[in-house]
Every structure is written in structure tokens, then in C-alpha cells.
């Protein structure tokens, strides 16, 4: 039913949307058979004229409070979560030690990653930028530092649950931890132009030592990959 979960912290988001999905059902259900009870039970012609029954009614008080209680169960569940998800770059810094970084560049209508080479450093010699690409190590902290250069843009990546928007003139900061090697699709899911449904891309997880090869010469690596994969990948030599 939703693509196969591969983060570290995609359980909060999915056990999240069931809870708030059964409850909403639940409750749902309950107001509808509550309406059917009413159109049936105060129906015109078993009433022409209107009464004040005060019985079943006001009884519905303690439906208001169990509804209050749900409420309470799900901000309460749901914040667990996203106060572990959502962290500042500073936090995510302090208690992630060993993590690496990536600058995302959000245009139309494509996806700009900026790397900053084995120095792990951004603004020196060794940097470089892959158009529509995302490689990241497994079982390792990436940091995203968001950004875009035109229009808003809303970086999507399903299988790690990871949904956050490029705003321009701002630096927004997600993180995620992938726990599965492979390949995986990345979209925006900010209507952003009428390009907006070719705004796609890919994240490719790998081992840590080959992240250690793709840093040192991402050209040659670039070329391996796609000699043996249908998608071809591609350096930007002027993301400014």
C-alpha cells in the first residue's frame, strides 16, 4: 500500500497516519449513525411539531468528551515523534557526530545537489553539484540543507518519509537516516510551474565505502554507475 520504508524514523510517520486514519473512520461511522438516528427518530411526520427532548441529547456531552480524549491521544502520540524528527542543524550537529551534508538546490524544474567533497566542507576546490541526484551512505545522518532559486518547491522522498519545502531566500534543514541500500525515486510536490510533473529525481543509497569512493573522484564513479543503469546521471559545472 505505501512504499517500503527505509528510514530510521519512518515508523513515527506511518504508525502516526494509521492512528489518525482509524480514529478518523471510527468517528466518522459514529456521526453518521448518529445523523441516520436523528433523520429517523425526529423525522416530521412521527413529530409535525417540534419538542425539547432532553434525554438522548443531552447525552451527546460525553461524545464530546471522548472526541476531546481522541484528540489528546493523537497530538500527544504524533508529537513523540516530530519532536525527534524536527531539529535545527546545530542540534542534529550536536548529537550526530559522524553525519554528512548535502546542499539541495530546488529549480524549474529539476533538483540541484551540491556535495562538498572529501573535505566535507562546502565553498572549497573540491566541490560539485549532480543534477537530479542524491547519493547518500547508508545507516549514516545526512543533513539537507533546502534552498531555491525561483519559485517555492517541496522536496518529496517517499521511502524515507521525507517531505520538506525549498523556499527562496531561506535555508531550510532535514535530515534522515536510510537503513536500506538501493534505489529511490525523489519528486516535488509543490505546484511549481507548468514543468512541474518533470521535476523528478533519484536517490541512490550505498555503502560507506564506496560514499568514500563517489567523494574522492565522483567523475569516474559517475561514469561506472552509468555504464550499468538506465538512468544517467549528470554533473553540474555552474550551479550559482
Known amino acids: 500500500m505505501w512504499p517500503k520504508d527505509i528510514s ?13 486514519s482509524v480514529i478518523t473512520v471510527a468517528v466518522a461511522i ?5 445523523i441516520g438516528y436523528s433523520l429517523v427518530a425526529f423525522r416530521q411526520s412521527k413529530n409535525p411539531r417540534a419538542t425539547r427532548r432532553l434525554g438522548l441529547i ?47 538546490i530546488g529549480r524549474q524544474f529539476f533538483w540541484s545537489f551540491v556535495y562538498p567533497g572529501l573535505d566535507r ?10 543534477g537530479n541526484y542524491l547519493v547518500v551512505p547508508v545507516d549514516t545522518t545526512v543533513i ?12 518529496f522522498i517517499p521511502n524515507l518519509r521525507v517531505k520538506y519545502d525549498a523556499v527562496p531566500g531561506r535555508e531550510t534543514t532535514e535530515w534522515f537516516i536510510s537503513k536500506s541500500v ?29 560514499y568514500e569512493r563517489f ?15 538506465e538512468y544517467t546521471a549528470h554533473e553540474e559545472h555552474n550551479h550559482n
Open 30 to 34: 459514529l456521526s453518521f449513525v448518529i
Open 215 to 229: 567523494l574522492k573522484n565522483h567523475r569516474a564513479w559517475l561514469e561506472e554507475q552509468n555504464s550499468k543503469s
Open 144 to 155: 539537507l540543507t533546502l534552498t531555491s532559486g525561483d519559485v517555492i518547491h517541496s522536496l
Open 121 to 130: 566542507r562546502f565553498g572549497t576546490n573540491d566541490d560539485f553539484t549532480l
Open 8 to 20: 530510521a524514523y519512518g515508523y513515527w510517520v506511518d504508525d502516526t497516519m494509521i492512528l489518525v
Open 182 to 210: 538501493g534505489d529511490y525515486p525523489i519528486t516535488c510536490t509543490q505546484l511549481c510551474g507548468p514543468g512541474h510533473f518533470m521535476m523528478q529525481a533519484k536517490l541512490k543509497v550505498i555503502n560507506k565505502d564506496e
Open 58 to 104: 443531552s447525552k451527546l456531552v460525553y461524545l464530546d468528551v471522548v472526541l476531546l480524549v481522541l484528540d489528546i491521544v493523537i497530538v500527544s502520540f504524533s508529537s513523540v515523534g516530530w519532536s525527534h524528527v524536527i531539529q535545527d542543524r546545530k542540534e542534529l550537529i550536536k548529537e550526530h557526530k559522524n553525519y554528512v551534508e548535502t546542499r539541495v
